[in-house]
């Protein structure tokens, strides 16, 4: 098995280091501890099925290149009504 730092891993899949930390305390990563030069370093084994699920899992960032400024700005509108509209079923829930 391949082994790699949380580093260089978090740098491969394009994540900060806080999501690539939540993953190994999570238990969705399998790690090794080495004590290297009195250290413990945490090192990330690579196995082929566990790469497949935490590439779909990754929610990959889209770029909208040909989008005008104003169709950018209906796009955020209809998202704020939307999510505005589903904090008021949550409320009524609540309730």
């Known amino acids: 098995m391949e082994r790699m730092s949380m580093k260089s891993y978090a ?3 394009k994540l900060s280091m806080f999501n690539v930390m939540k ?3 999570s ?3 399998n790690t090794k501890v080495e004590e290297e030069n009195g ?4 090192y990330i084994l690579i ?3 566990k790469e497949k699920e935490v590439k779909e899992s990754i929610i990959p ?3 909208k290149e040909n989008i005008s400024l ?3 700005f209906k796009l955020l509108k209809k998202e704020v009504y939307r999510l505005r509209d589903e904090i ?3 409320k009524k829930r609540l309730q």
Request: proline share 0%; aromatic share 4%.
């Open 70 to 72: 104003a169709e950018e």
């Open 39 to 42: 250290k413990e370093v945490t």
């Open 11 to 13: 740098v491969k899949h």
């Open 47 to 49: 196995d082929e099925k």
């Open 61 to 63: 960032f889209e770029e």
């Open 27 to 29: 238990g969705k990563l």
């Open 23 to 25: 993953m190994v305390k």
């Open 88 to 90: 008021e079923i949550l």
